[in-house]
T-cell receptor
Framework: DSGVTQTPKHLITATGQRVTLRCSPR?????VYWYQQSLDQGLQFLIQ???????AKGNILERFSAQQFPDLHSELNLSSLELGDSALYFC??????????FGPGTRLTVL | SQELEQSPQSLIVQEGKNLTINCTSS?????LYWYKQKYGEGLIFLMM?????EEKSHEKITAKLDEKKQQSSLHIPASQPSHAGIYLC??????????FGKGTRLHILP
């Protein structure tokens, strides 16, 4: 158990819908990272927040957004969902530069 | 941009056999992570290599970083069914980002 929690574990929704994925980092970790893992693309970095502020952006679509709240939990919002958005979404938290601890992931299925 | 290539992509070995997984970077490596992922689950941190020539181990799994070759290898001796899963290498890539290879799927035959 990494100490990072993610909810929900599974999410099934329809195209065009909007969903919110939640992540609670390990106690004391200020950084939160979001990743998308699909079979063809592998694990792709989406976005990083540090203490409530966006720190780095990766291959995140404009339909996706994230935020980190004062209590350090983070949410990833995915809107206008497409079939290709079906993937595992991971959150990771970090106590310091470069060491990341991953949550169990949210499996999103878009039908 | 930096890319990590893992080889092989997939590996099936008989229980008890040794195996090696490689991770090669397109750019200079300033560190390398190895993670293990059970199918459909989260990533488990195995180890982090920071210096050329450094070798570390995690529960008899060893990994080494060859800075000159921009490569790391992960070695599993006497493989067990519990070793099955996906092994991912990751490298720091600017700011606090980590980029990952596409993974090596390891299956262990009893």
């Amino acid at each position: 158990d990494s100490g990072v929690t993610q909810t929900p574990k599974h999410l099934i929704t329809a195209t065009g819908q909007r969903v919110t994925l939640r992540c609670s980092p390990r106690s004391g970790d200020l950084s939160v990272y979001w990743y998308q893992q699909s079979l063809d693309q592998g694990l792709q970095f989406l976005i990083q927040y540090y203490n409530g502020e966006e720190r780095a952006k990766g291959n995140i679509l404009e339909r996706f957004s994230a935020q980190q709240f004062p209590d350090l939990h983070s949410e990833l919002n995915l809107s206008s969902l497409e079939l290709g958005d079906s993937a595992l979404y991971f959150c990771a938290s970090s106590p310091h530069y470069n060491e990341q601890f991953f949550g169990p992931g949210t499996r999103l299925t878009v039908l | 941009s930096q890319e990590l290539e893992q080889s092989p992509q997939s590996l099936i070995v008989q229980e008890g056999k040794n195996l090696t997984i490689n991770c090669t970077s397109s750019k200079t490596l300033y560190g390398l992570y190895w993670y293990k992922q059970k199918y459909g689950e989260g990533l488990i941190f195995l180890m982090m290599l920071q210096k050329g020539g450094e070798e570390k181990s995690h529960e008899k799994i060893t990994a080494k970083l060859d800075e000159k070759k921009q490569q790391s290898s992960l070695h599993i001796p006497a493989s067990q069914p519990s070793h099955a899963g996906i092994y991912l290498c990751g490298a720091p890539s600017g700011d606090d980002k980590i980029i990952f290879g596409k993974g090596t799927r390891l299956h262990i035959l009893p």
